[in-house]
T-cell receptor, first 113, second 114 residues
Framework: DGGITQSPKYLFRKEGQNVTLSCEQN?????MYWYRQDPGQGLRLIYY???????QKGDIAEGYSVSREKKESFPLTVTSAQKNPTAFYLC????????????FGQGTRLTVV | AQTVTQSQPEMSVQEAETVTLSCTYD???????LFWYKQPPSRQMILVIR??????QNATENRFSVNFQKAAKSFSLKISDSQLGDTAMYFC???????????FGSGTQLTVLP
């Protein structure tokens, strides 16, 4: 079945450690996005990528990094520079085309302990 | 940069009644797309409806319809015959520009009461 998969579903990190969230899609989509969701703040864009080997910062990129070495994969690294990383993270992908909808993964809940 | 504003953090409606969720946006783009997404308690994001800005006709999908006012930069969602399964967080989203950045509002938590 085609879809977008995020792993793990729950992730715990000690302060000062980097952690990488996985996002894989087999929909042959060109564009991929990472969002952070906090209560009362909706979805805020961290990074997005329109094609392989290219990505742009979103509204809250500080403390995060990404790579797009393959079309199917868009991992997000939460670095120790991110001061408040506890949140729900959503990955999405879209096909080429102006009006295509974004498909979302089921999210990763990251907790700093 | 575009912004999306949802001014109703929470709303409730009786089952079988109609409810309207508000959304406004700000952009300098002339060609763009608008979406409503639903996030139930499972937290899975589901597309409800989409609207192309160049189309004057309002989009409809079964019990869901929009009121798109381009000049006012307003994009409200109407849910008719509300059902308990409509209980969810609803997000308005904007996509435009060459970068195709997808921007979301802060969401409206809708509760359908039995």
């Amino acid at each position: 079945d085609g879809g977008i998969t995020q792993s793990p579903k729950y992730l715990f990190r000690k302060e000062g450690q980097n952690v990488t969230l996985s996002c894989e899609q087999n929909l042959n989509h060109d564009a991929m996005y990472w969002y952070r969701q906090d209560p009362g703040q909706g979805l805020r864009l961290i990074y997005y990528s329109q094609i392989v080997n290219d990505f742009q910062k979103g509204d809250i990129a500080e403390g995060y990094s990404v790579s797009r070495e393959k079309k199917e994969s868009f991992p997000l690294t939460v670095t120790s520079a991110q001061k408040n990383p506890t949140a729900f993270y959503l990955c999405a992908s879209r096909a080429r085309g102006a009006n295509t909808e974004a498909f979302f993964g089921q999210g990763t809940r990251l907790t700093v302990v | 940069a575009q912004t999306v504003t949802q001014s109703q953090p929470e709303m409730s409606v009786q089952e079988a009644e109609t409810v309207t969720l508000s959304c406004t946006y700000d952009t300098s783009e002339s060609n763009y797309y608008l979406f409503w997404y639903k996030q139930p308690p499972s937290r899975q994001m589901i597309l409800v409806i989409r609207q192309e800005a160049y189309k004057q006709q309002n989009a409809t999908e079964n019990r869901f319809s929009v009121n798109f006012q381009k000049a006012a930069k307003s994009f409200s969602l109407k849910i008719s015959d509300s059902q308990l399964g409509d209980t969810a967080m609803y997000f308005c989203a904007f996509m435009g520009g060459s970068a195709r950045q997808l921007t979301f509002g802060s969401g409206t938590q809708l509760t359908v009461l039995p």
